[in-house]
């Protein structure tokens, strides 16, 4: 093969490569999804805090759950009668913030977040730093101490030692030493300590269960322990959870999930519910608007570039129907603008409407040439008779209720005009035979463009990732360097090759 056929196909594969590349890229990072119905759940979660204030300058902190694997936050706001919010960034978790100079009384305060589930979205667990020994008091060192003896020869690691300890505390009946432990604390803290006095990470956590339409839900104690190059979480009743796509962690800094100064008897309770969006809609929503896409484009300016972005695949279309199956058409690419006219009507109206536009202005073409017109004035005189032709057809449809008349008034009228002219101009200089051939042609490859372009998947993808028209560059340039047989020549040749083989 010789460098110009090389330095072509390496084109053509390079051409290609982009626009895949690029719009992976861009699903990645601004995660527009590839399939025009995909959908993702959304969370709507509001925390109330309720507390009894005592007349004093009052401030109310609320922790707020960190970044973490499959969520994304979409907003989020505060909502309080005479309250100052705002949301604290600083300190190793976000705090929800309510002031006001003097309160008194029952308060009742209300932070309110939307989540969208993101399967694809993932953060970079941060290591933690050198693990302190828990501290155990009088006699549950001795207790902590005998039990991690019993454990720790026979685990290989964290996540075996955490394993047998959320066993060992749901065991009935409990050891003496894992009894005594228990009297004086919680499971989920007791395990953390016992895992940070072996030297393993651990923190307990406070997480929400979600489930549509539950109501007044109190966060629930995990345990986190961190395994080679992440955390793992555990049930303090159930042991590790490999499906935590139902949690949404909560608190897993130091601080307390709700401080209050100025009041007593202060309470956080959670509700939520849930609703299915467009994927679509929910990128546009976390892009960031330096990002370059269509959909920046005003409304009417949209709909016409979604039009217009289907037209390489329709003249992808075009080409293998010419180049690989033969079918000759009247012009190169009239059926790919036929074809989106198309897509504008209903088809069968469609073609109906141009099969009967044509066809008249046809019979009037030829009393157009034996007036001897220049090109120019024919063609306008033909864009003022079509226009006549689809008044009328427009004006009889909609007497007889034939709605669907009405869509050939979608039709361009250079388009119509230019296809009659074409169609004449052939039918002087080939005859009708061949006139009635590249006619028919022209129309089942428009139909068959139409097909292609009128596919959703094809609209939406031409649309949200414009760069895979490079992709349909490079095969518009690998058919044009096909010198094979066409489909339509095999069947003409069909009867020799039958003939030889006798």
Known sequence: MSWERWSYALAAVLLAVAGIAVSMYRQAYTGIPLLPDEAR?????????????????????????????????????????????????????????????AASGQQTLFYQMDLVEDPQHRITPEMPSEVSEAYFAGPYTTAASEVLNDFLPKSTGAKSLAEQLVQAINTDPLSQNMRLLRQGHEAAPLIAALLNRA???????KALQLEDGRRHQPLHDYVQVWHEDGWLLYDPERGRLDETADLLLWQTGTPSVIDVVGGSRSQVTFSMTSQTQSALTLSRLTTSPFDLSLHDLPIAEQGMFKLIMTLPVGALVVVFMRLVVGIRTSGTFM???????????????????????????????????????????????????????????????????LISGLAITFFPMVILAWTVERMSILWEEEGAGEAMIQGTGSLVVAVCAYGMMSLEIVRHLA?????????????????????????TELVRFLPLAKRDSE
């Not at 960190?66 to 005479?82: K, R």
């Not at 504008?344 to 017109?373: C, D, F, K, P």
Request: charged share 15%.
């Open 199 to 205: 030297g393993i990470a651990a923190r307990t956590v």
């Open 463 to 487: 649309f949200n990732f414009p760069e895979l028209n490079l992709l349909v560059l490079a095969g518009i340039l690998l058919l044009g360097r096909y010198t094979g047989y066409r489909l």
């Open 41 to 101: 759940r959304v969370w709507q979660i509001e925390a109330r805090v309720e507390f009894s204030a005592s007349g004093e300058p009052a401030e109310v902190l609320l922790t707020l759950p960190p970044a973490q694997d499959g969520f994304l936050v979409l907003s989020e706001s505060g909502a309080s009668s005479g309250f100052g919010f705002i949301v604290d960034r600083a300190g190793p978790q976000r705090r929800a913030h309510w002031t006001k100079r």
């Open 335 to 401: 059926p790919v603008l036929i074809a989106l006219t198309f897509v504008q009507t209903e088809l069968l109206a469609g073609m109906i409407g141009l099969v009967v536009v044509v066809g008249a202005a046809l019979l009037l073409r030829s009393y157009l040439s034996s007036l001897n017109l220049l090109l120019v004035a024919r063609i306008a005189t033909l864009v003022v008779v079509v226009i006549g032709l689809v008044l009328v057809l427009a004006v009889v449809s909609y007497r007889l209720g």
